[in-house]
């Protein structure tokens, strides 16, 4: 290992980023204990999930299943396929429901997870709430504004718990870029952002045997095809926007503290001509307050990236850049790196910063573990990714973790319904802005209940 005066490179990056991010922003860094004390056997917590999708099934009730006491009493699904597969999953005694009105009213457990197509959100959260039950719901919020405002009303009338999975509020990559870079003034003036997820595919899903034989117009599917591809029609769903814009937005307020004052765009169904009626490609900017742009891009017939992902964030300031990256692989990979503008003068702990060249450009590696970073669910986030982009528990698992702590200890989640009304709400409004060929601006009231 490098010697820099006889302490260890590592050494040397921890004691200097700590005291930058102390000296930064008036705080003592308070390093956290390496050893943990072992954790006491968690009581039994008792899930059901609606809506057994990829999504449902395999990203959440995958994650939730890795804490220690959970389980999935019931879960819901209109598809058979999807509802036997889940059944499996869940485990001995899981208890199956087509209806959710069914579960929800005569199902012993300690909360909900929704994770159904979006026009449904707000029905099923709703009627958990009023039932009594906390509820998980996936993003996008809700169809409408007015969904989501519905939904935090509900949520105020029971006093439980609604969090929204906007996951990457809780990987531990961005809570270091948010805090020893954008937070120390490394970047300094954030002026521009820009974001996209980009792919060569064309986002329909084949539509099984099974599934052509359910009926599913109770549902709001008149057939089987709209229900396995409710993502491409704008009726069920708020396209590219909600289902991938949604997440970077959500960051973006997130690093900016702020959120947008308008929004304009354009997109189009302009390459697959298959009977889809969102955009097959979108380009949307959110002005945000203090100038700061962010230009957004997802396409559905490329997928290249100089970055190794086809989804990643790029914030721009006065001294510097911030590229982000979430490989959707698990996402357990990712990587992050800073850019100094040319002309800047580097700081002492730079020097010895791993580096690496991306393009004609040299990149200094984020690196979470030299840091002690803040709790996420409880965790510091430097103990929860190795110095390789590795995140060793899924970020569905973290929010997971802090949803049953909240419930237990009734605390609002890092990312409860006010969060994700002013996410959804961005992205609504973006849709409406192509639409309608104009500029939206957001009006003060827009978040009032």
């Known amino acids: 290992m490098d010697k820099l005066d006889g302490l260890s490179r590592r050494g040397f990056l921890k004691s200097v980023a700590t005291a930058a991010v102390a000296a930064h922003v008036g705080m003592t860094a308070v390093r956290a204990q390496d050893e943990a004390p072992a954790a006491p056997e968690a009581p039994p917590f008792r899930f059901g999930l609606i809506g057994c999708g990829g999504q449902g099934r395999v990203a959440l009730m995958g994650s939730a299943k890795r804490i220690p006491g959970v389980q999935f009493v019931g879960v819901c699904d209109i598809r058979q396929e999807n509802l036997d ?143 396995v591809n409710w993502r491409l029609y704008k009726d069920l769903s708020g396209g590219l926007t909600t289902e991938l814009a949604g997440h970077q937005i959500d960051v ?24 889809r009626t969102v955009p097959d490609n979108i380009h949307l900017t959110f002005e945000y307050p203090n100038g700061v742009k962010f230009d957004y891009q997802a396409l559905t017939t490329n997928a290249f990236s100089m970055f190794g992902s086809e989804c990643f964030e790029m914030i721009k300031g006065t001294k510097g850049t911030l590229v982000l990256t979430h490989l959707w692989g698990g996402p357990l990979k990712s990587k992050g790196w800073f850019f100094l503008e040319k002309g800047v003068q580097e700081e002492l702990w730079m020097d010895a910063a791993h580096k690496e060249k991306v393009g004609e450009n040299q990149a200094i590696i984020l690196d979470c573990t030299v840091t002690e970073g803040t709790r996420i669910a409880g965790q510091p986030y430097d103990k929860l990714m190795d110095n390789q982009g590795n995140l060793k528990k899924p970020t569905y698992q973290l929010e997971f973790e802090e949803f049953i702590q909240s419930v237990r200890e009734n605390k609002i989640p890092t990312c409860d319904g006010n969060v994700g009304i002013r996410s959804a709400a961005a992205a609504l409004l973006a849709n409406q802005a192509m639409e309608e060929q104009r500029r939206i601006e957001f009006s003060p009231d827009l978040y009032e209940l």
């Open 85 to 227: 597969r889940a059944k499996e999953q869940a485990g001995e005694g899981a208890q199956t429901f087509t209806d959710y009105r069914e579960m929800i009213n005569n199902l012993e457990m300690d909360a909900v997870i929704v994770a159904t197509p979006l026009t449904l959100h707000r029905d099923i959260t709703v009627a958990a709430l009023e039932k009594g039950l906390p509820v998980f719901c996936e993003k996008c919020m809700a169809y409408t504004v007015d969904q989501c405002k519905d939904m935090l009303r509900a949520q105020q009338a029971a006093g439980k718990t609604l969090q929204i999975g906007h996951h990457l509020r809780y990987h531990p990559l961005y809570h270091h870029a948010k805090k020893a870079f954008i937070g120390t003034g490394l970047l300094g003036d954030i002026t521009a952002v820009y974001g996209q997820w980009n792919r060569n595919a064309d986002w329909r899903r084949q539509v099984s045997e099974a599934d052509a034989a359910g009926d599913y117009t109770a549902w709001g599917f008149d057939t089987p095809e709209r229900l």
């Open 252 to 275: 973006v307020n997130w690093m900016l503290d702020a959120t947008p004052s308008a929004v304009t765009g354009v997109g189009g169904i302009d390459h697959w001509k298959d009977g």
